[in-house]
Structures are given as structure tokens and as C-alpha cells.
């Protein structure tokens, strides 16, 4: 007797290969992004794929919170959770929210945010806006075994007012780990809107002048995100007496926040 198993695939703010391969499902973009102030909406296009040549898709469209935790990882809640949730904000018409998708058809979705009066004095807003699929299709996993398969796609949605925004990334520490395998560094998005960026890091053994630089590291925060962020040390690293430069990119030059940290290789 066969066993069937249901596995729900999330896939959120990116797409997920697997799961288009065994689903046939593609939701884009991954990110949305909309300007408007109290009382004045702003559309954008969702688009819901079923790339699948055989299996018809049943779709629901809802929606949540989400928020980064201190490594930037993505932690999600119910609609109206947190305090810059905009969900409340979002509207989707009737005969978006339940929908069959054919083999190979595809559907846009009208998103439309319309901020309130409020009182929060916030800037930045954001939710999440989920497309699951509700009848699981038939699969067969990695092992033989028989599963049943569903995703469900998270579309970020950011909200800002026309006031002028004021990017602010600060560093508070730059350390070598206790692992001393890595550097720790933190910081903190100051400002009042999200703010992503790279973090650049080059090592100067101070004893021969030999330079190392390391593979930059992208990063997304939002208004008052503290971040902890480690820096791998390079394994071919020789020992020594080093000099490392750590440098944030969130935009131009005048975007630029830097810090330096003497430290000895053993």
C-alpha cells in the first residue's frame, strides 16, 4: 500500500527551483514596492504562472507580516502583528483571491495599498502577501516514496511615504570571534527606511603588506534593524598580525560607513 505524504514548499521573496520543477508554479517579482501618501492608492501586477503541461492549480491569495531577526533571516506573523504592518492597507479584488489556473495559463493580480490617517509617524510600512496552492499535486520524492506537493510564494510588500527618506547605517563593533574563525561585526539601520547594501572586508597583514579581500556580503535591513553579521577568515589565511577594513555600501558615496580592527592571526 502506497503512502502519500503533503509537503508544503514555501517559497519566500525568491523562487524556488525545486518546487517549479514539481509544482509548475512561478509567482514574480519577489518584491513589491509602492509610494503614496494618506488616502492616495498605488496598483501593481502580481503574476501567477502554472508552467505545469498537465495538472490545473486552485490558488488563494491572503495575506501577513514579516519581519528580519538579527542575522537577517525572515520571521513571519499573522496580518496586523507587528507595528509597521501595512497589511491592513491592502486590498486585492474579489475574483483575485480565489482562482484555477490551466496547464501553462497565467493571471495578473491588481495589488493596491492606500495608506490611512495614522499617527504612527513611521515611513516605512511593509507586509506580505502569500499565493498558495490549495489541491496538492501528485510526486515522488528524492527516496521513491509518494508525496503530495503544494507551495506557497511570499511577495514582499515595502510602503513609503513621499516624505524624503533619510538613509542611516551605523557600526557599533567590529571583533575577531570567539571561534576565531571569523569577524563579528554589528550594526544598525538608523534611518527610516529600509536600506540594503554590501559589506566589502580586505585584510592587511601588517608584517609583509600582503593584501586579502574578501567576497562582499549583501544584506537588507529595515528602520531600527540591529544587525549581527559574521565575516568568514579565508582558511588559507596565514598566521600573522592583520589589519582589517570593513567597509558598508547602502548606496553612493556619500553612503559609506567604515571600521577597522587589529587583530593577530593564530
Not at 11 to 37: H, I, M, N
Not at 59 to 70: H, I
Not at 142 to 159: D, E, T
Not at 220 to 246: C, D, H, Q
Amino acid at each position: 500500500m502506497n503512502r502519500f505524504y503533503i509537503i508544503t514548499l514555501l517559497s519566500l521573496f525568491f523562487w524556488c527551483s525545486e518546487a517549479k520543477a514539481q509544482t509548475g508554479v512561478s509567482v514574480s517579482p519577489p518584491r513589491l514596492y509602492f509610494e503614496s501618501d494618506a488616502g492616495k492608492s498605488s496598483t501593481q501586477k502580481v503574476t501567477v504562472t502554472n508552467v505545469s503541461a498537465k495538472n490545473s492549480l486552485d490558488m488563494a491569495v491572503s495575506l501577513g507580516d514579516w519581519e528580519y531577526n538579527e542575522t537577517g533571516e525572515n520571521k513571519m506573523f499573522p496580518a496586523n502583528t507587528l507595528p509597521a504592518s501595512c497589511a491592513s492597507w491592502v486590498s486585492i479584488k474579489n475574483e483575485d483571491t480565489y482562482f484555477t489556473l490551466g496547464p501553462g495559463e497565467r493571471k495578473d493580480i491588481d495589488v493596491t495599498i492606500t495608506p490611512p490617517t495614522i499617527s504612527d509617524q513611521m515611513l516605512a510600512h511593509t507586509a506580505v502577501l502569500y499565493v498558495s496552492q490549495m489541491n496538492p499535486v501528485n510526486d515522488v520524492d528524492n527516496k521513491g516514496a509518494n508525496i503530495k506537493v503544494s507551495i506557497r510564494s511570499g511577495i514582499k510588500l515595502f510602503h513609503k511615504f513621499t516624505a524624503k527618506a533619510d538613509k542611516k547605517i551605523e557600526i557599533h563593533n567590529l571583533t575577531l570571534a570567539k571561534s576565531k574563525k571569523d569577524l563579528s561585526l554589528l550594526f544598525e539601520n538608523q534611518g527610516n527606511i529600509w536600506t540594503d547594501g554590501k559589506i566589502q572586508t580586505e585584510l592587511v597583514n601588517t608584517e609583509n603588506g600582503n593584501k586579502v579581500s574578501l567576497d562582499q556580503i549583501i544584506f537588507y535591513t529595515m528602520p531600527g534593524n540591529k544587525r549581527e553579521v559574521n565575516i568568514p577568515l579565508p582558511a588559507s589565511l596565514l598566521k600573522g598580525k592583520y589589519t582589517a577594513s570593513v567597509m558598508i555600501d547602502y548606496g553612493d558615496n556619500n553612503n559609506l560607513e567604515l571600521a577597522e580592527l587589529n587583530f593577530t592571526y593564530e
